[in-house]
Every structure is written in structure tokens, then in C-alpha cells.
């Protein structure tokens, strides 16, 4: 990799971490039982098909907000939170199949945050991005790229609204199925942005998926222990 694209590089790695600060900060004030391990950007992935091609970072984080909070002064404290560091905020209403969610979009220096919140669910999601930008040059017509393309985010086993009946979206890996340690891949960068320098994932020693649903990314209501029905406040307690 060129200087160039090293120092691009670089300064995608340096925007991942400064974004997952700030979610940081919101998710530990505005969700209760946090665990933010779950909460990584991994590779870049490609942001558009423009030539040469540019990559972003992104990653999602759903926790609940305490019983005490409303989906409004969830939204209003996010808000005030942002602001204060000098991010421009919106807040809009989007319905999701039926589900109003109020949504907070804030943006500065090219990176977005959005934080939803219903009424409907005790759920608050977290998503971060930051901005796309070219890791390395065009290359010349008839020569091919050495660096190999960036991992691709697959589709989650579980979606929200695909749960099976009786069943809940787990608490570990969010319905993806995945482990949330290394993404499902098995491995986990040594040196942020070296995606060649790897060793295997100690969270699920290279077994790729999320170990407390085994890859299933939902659990079965009866077969909760006590302990893990609080991370469902909305589930009744036996």
C-alpha cells in the first residue's frame, strides 16, 4: 500500500474511533445493562461504486432505555447530548411497518449518527458511519489491484420483525447470528487498519458465530434464565 493510502487509511481508522467515542458516551447514558463490546466498526466496506472506489465504517448497537425514560426524553437527551459537542441535529418521525420511531440524525465533519426510539418498544438503536473516503488510487487501465477487497457486512439471520413466535432477538450478537467479537469472521485485527496483520478471534476461538443463540440471532422465551430476561424489561418475570 502507497503512502497515499496508508495515510487515508489511517485517517479512516482515527474517524472510526473517534465516532465509536461519541456513540459511547450516548449509549451509556441513554440505554441501561450496556455492553459495548458489541459495538465495532470493523473493515471499511465499499460506500459506492465510484472509481476509485470509497469506503466508509459503520456499525450498529441496540440496547434498551431504563423503564423510567419515555421514547421522548430519550430523544431529547440524545439531542442535548449532541449539541453540546458541536454536532447538527435533526428529529424526524419515520414509520417502520406500522412502528412510529422518533429519529435523531446528527452530522459533523462528514460522519452521521442516528438514534431511534418508539413508544412502541423499550429499544433504542445506535448507527454510526463515517465519512467515505478513497484508500487507494485508480489504478492504470490492464493493471489489477493488489490489496484485496474490503469484507462485506452480511445479512443478519434475524431481523426484528422476522422473529419466530415466543422467540426474542439475542441480546449478544442483535439477531446477526454472527459473534460480535470479530463480525463472523473468525479473526481480529492485531493493528487497526492492517488487515493483513490477524489473529484468530478469542471470543469465539474462530467458531464464527455468536455463542449464546449458536448462530441462531434469536432466543426461546422459556428457555431464558432469570438473568437474561433483564436484558428484556418488557418481558413479564416469573
Same mark, same amino acid.
Given at each position: 500500500?502507497?503512502?497515499?493510502?496508508?495515510?487515508?487509511?489511517?485517517?479512516? %481508522?482515527? &474517524?472510526? @474511533?473517534?465516532?465509536?467515542?461519541?456513540?459511547? $458516551? #450516548?449509549?451509556? /447514558?441513554? !440505554?441501561?445493562? =450496556?455492553?459495548?463490546?458489541?459495538?465495532?466498526?470493523?473493515?471499511?466496506?465499499?460506500?459506492?461504486?465510484?472509481?476509485?472506489?470509497?469506503?466508509?465504517?459503520?456499525?450498529?448497537?441496540?440496547?434498551?432505555?431504563?423503564a423510567?425514560?419515555?421514547?421522548?426524553?430519550?430523544?431529547?437527551?440524545?439531542?442535548?447530548?449532541?449539541?453540546?459537542?458541536?454536532?447538527?441535529?435533526?428529529?424526524?418521525?419515520?414509520?417502520?411497518?406500522?412502528?412510529?420511531?422518533? %429519529?435523531? &440524525?446528527? @452530522?459533523?465533519?462528514?460522519?452521521?449518527?442516528? $438514534? #431511534?426510539?418508539? /413508544?412502541? !418498544?423499550?429499544? =433504542?438503536?445506535?448507527?454510526?458511519?463515517?465519512?467515505?473516503?478513497?484508500?487507494?488510487?485508480?489504478?492504470?487501465?490492464?493493471?489489477?489491484?493488489?490489496?484485496?477487497?474490503?469484507?462485506?457486512?452480511?445479512?443478519?439471520?434475524?431481523?426484528?420483525?422476522a422473529?419466530?413466535?415466543?422467540?426474542?432477538?439475542?441480546?449478544?450478537?442483535?439477531?446477526?447470528?454472527?459473534?460480535?467479537?470479530?463480525?463472523g469472521?473468525?479473526?481480529?485485527?492485531?493493528?487497526?487498519?492492517?488487515?493483513?496483520?490477524?489473529?484468530?478471534?478469542?471470543?469465539?476461538?474462530?467458531?464464527?458465530?455468536?455463542?449464546?443463540?449458536?448462530?441462531?440471532?434469536?432466543?426461546?422465551?422459556?428457555?431464558?434464565?432469570?438473568?437474561?430476561?433483564?436484558?428484556?424489561?418488557?418481558?413479564?418475570?416469573?
Amino acid at each position: 500500500m502507497d503512502g497515499t493510502s496508508s495515510a487515508a487509511s489511517e485517517e479512516l %481508522v482515527r &474517524l472510526g @474511533r473517534s465516532l465509536r467515542e461519541q456513540m459511547v $458516551v #450516548l449509549i451509556a /447514558d441513554l !440505554t441501561v445493562r =450496556v455492553h459495548l463490546r458489541r459495538l465495532t466498526f470493523g473493515e471499511p466496506k465499499v460506500a459506492d461504486g465510484s472509481d476509485p472506489s470509497r469506503y466508509h465504517c459503520s456499525a450498529m448497537y441496540q440496547g434498551n432505555r431504563s423503564a423510567s425514560a419515555t421514547a421522548a426524553s430519550t430523544a431529547s437527551r440524545a439531542v442535548s447530548l449532541l449539541r453540546a459537542v458541536g454536532w447538527e441535529v435533526t428529529v424526524s418521525q419515520e414509520d417502520d411497518d406500522g412502528r412510529l420511531w422518533t %429519529v435523531v &440524525l446528527a @452530522r459533523r465533519d462528514g460522519s452521521t449518527i442516528r $438514534v #431511534l426510539t418508539s /413508544d412502541d !418498544t423499550p429499544a =433504542v438503536v445506535f448507527r454510526g458511519q463515517t465519512p467515505a473516503l478513497v484508500l487507494r488510487p485508480p489504478q492504470p487501465v490492464g493493471q489489477s489491484a493488489t490489496a484485496p477487497e474490503p469484507v462485506q457486512e452480511p445479512e443478519p439471520e434475524r431481523a426484528p420483525e422476522a422473529l419466530t413466535p415466543g422467540y426474542v432477538l439475542c441480546y449478544e450478537c442483535d439477531g446477526a447470528g454472527r459473534c460480535p467479537g470479530c463480525g463472523g469472521r473468525g479473526w481480529v485485527l492485531r493493528t487497526p487498519g492492517l488487515s493483513e496483520s490477524r489473529s484468530r478471534c478469542g471470543e469465539c476461538a474462530a467458531r464464527k458465530f455468536c455463542l449464546i443463540c449458536r448462530g441462531a440471532g434469536q432466543l426461546a422465551i422459556f428457555n431464558l434464565s432469570t438473568y437474561q430476561r433483564g436484558y428484556y424489561p418488557g418481558l413479564e418475570q416469573d
